[in-house]
């Protein structure tokens, strides 16, 4: 983290602040240190973030300031919160001389789009739980110069329910380890968590998932499948089920000793590079009641694991169902997002989760998981510097 005094501001190339709320795990939050990376060699980019504490991302060699208004609870807190951050953004693009800004997040986008100080101003959309709020919608549709958009589902919408011509869409920008890093870094994780190697060691069958606790997860869902595909005989009687991400979990936990699983499913919590446990899945699962574009889907994909999606919006129709091509994975009906932490109660759509997870395993691992490896590589790194170059418009 540097100062505002600290940054040098001699360089010939156009600047470019990247607004963000924080730099914790979370989507938006990894496709911003992306950026930054990414369009390093032809901007002079600044990171400014709200609150850098608990940040989770490797920022070292970029740019990052801490503006340090991190969200204060009532109504009142947010409002003076708000202004500040107005405040502290537009004295930071001025001392910079910053050629553009990109907000990721509501709350970015909130702060950035009345914070313009003779700068290009570009704001994104990057959940559909964002579409959720229509006046702050209209709010940044007639005030941005773009507004980019993490699906072309919500692109649509925008267009078509807000009027908003300036709306584009730009898949998020997907990477993982070669093949020689994804062991060592395998190595490295089973030597500083011995939980997680016993875990691995002890089940035959592997499903995982990605996601911080939130009921947007759906994961009540994942779990009472998971319970229901235990009961049956073979392979699948010794299969774990791991969940990484933030969050102590304990409702679910919870829900998972009621269902006699509670040695069966592991929460890993944080992992600062999770791909190396991840290639080990037979199986990923997303059981999100909405999305924008999930990221950790199509990393899955990139490494060969076989993927299970609910069609929630938006994001997972998008990218396993590419134009004429048959699906490359496989994509349920949307699950309810009614949480439901009662173990007597299986829905009919958990057993019918728990009924494709037993299906995926009757295929071949590298058989099944072939196509979303192909389809992955639609979304590289180097199509997303080629687009977001094109969309910021310097």
């Known amino acids: 983290m540097v100062s505002v005094a600290e940054i040098k501001n001699n360089s010939s190339r156009p600047r470019l602040l ?51 208004l991190p ?67 209209r709010l940044f549709c007639r005030r941005f110069d773009q507004v980019i958009c993490c699906s072309a589902a919500i692109e649509e919408e925008l267009r078509r329910d807000y009027g908003c011509g300036s709306a584009v869409t730009l898949y998020n920008p997907v990477s993982v380890p070669e093949r020689a890093a994804l062991a060592e870094g395998r190595a490295a994780l089973f030597n500083e968590r011995e939980d997680i190697r016993r875990f691995t060691e ?26 229901v595909l235990r009961r049956e005989a073979g392979d699948v009687a010794r299969a774990g089920l791991v969940i990484i991400g933030l969050g102590d979990f304990a409702e679910y936990k919870a829900l998972a000793s009621e269902l006699g699983i509670a ?43 076989p993927v299970i999606a609910a069609d929630c919006p938006t994001g997972p129709r998008e990218i396993l169902i590419s134009g004429a091509g048959a699906p490359c994975g496989v994509l349920l009906p949307p ?33 099944a998981g072939r196509a979303g490896k192909v389809r992955a590589a639609d979304f ?11 969309f910021l418009g310097i």
């Open 335 to 367: 699950l309810s997002g009614e949480k439901d932490l009662s173990a007597e109660h299986i829905p009919e759509e958990d057993i019918h989760l728990a009924q494709s997870m037993r299906a995926l395993l009757e295929s071949p691992r590298e058989e």
């Open 71 to 137: 969200s204060r609870a009532g109504r009142l807190g947010k409002l003076v919160t708000w202004q500040a951050r107005v405040r502290a953004l537009k004295r930071l693009k001025k001392k910079l001389g910053i050629r553009i800004s990109y907000s990721l997040g509501q709350t970015a986008n909130l702060a950035n789009v009345f914070a313009r100080a003779g700068d290009r101003c570009i704001g994104s959309i990057r959940s559909y739980q964002d579409m959720q709020n229509p006046w702050k919608i």
């Open 263 to 305: 040695e069966h499913v592991l929460f890993t919590g944080v992992l600062h590079e999770p791909h190396p446990l991840l290639q080990m899945a037979d199986g990923y699962i997303l059981t999100s009641i909405n999305e924008g574009f999930p990221n950790a889907l199509v990393e899955a994909m990139a490494l060969g694991v």
């Open 18 to 68: 990247l607004v963000v709320p924080a730099l914790h795990q979370g989507g938006f939050e990894r496709v911003c240190v992306l950026t930054a990376r990414l369009l390093a060699p032809f901007y002079e980019i600044t990171i400014a973030a709200f609150t850098t504490e608990h940040t989770d991302y490797d920022v070292t060699g970029l740019t990052v300031v801490d503006l340090g």
């Open 202 to 227: 002890r089940h035959a069958v592997l499903f995982m998932s990605m996601g911080r606790e939130d009921d947007v997860k759906g994961f009540w869902h994942l779990i009472k499948a998971f319970a």
């Open 380 to 390: 590289s790194m180097e199509r997303y510097r080629e687009r977001c170059r094109e």
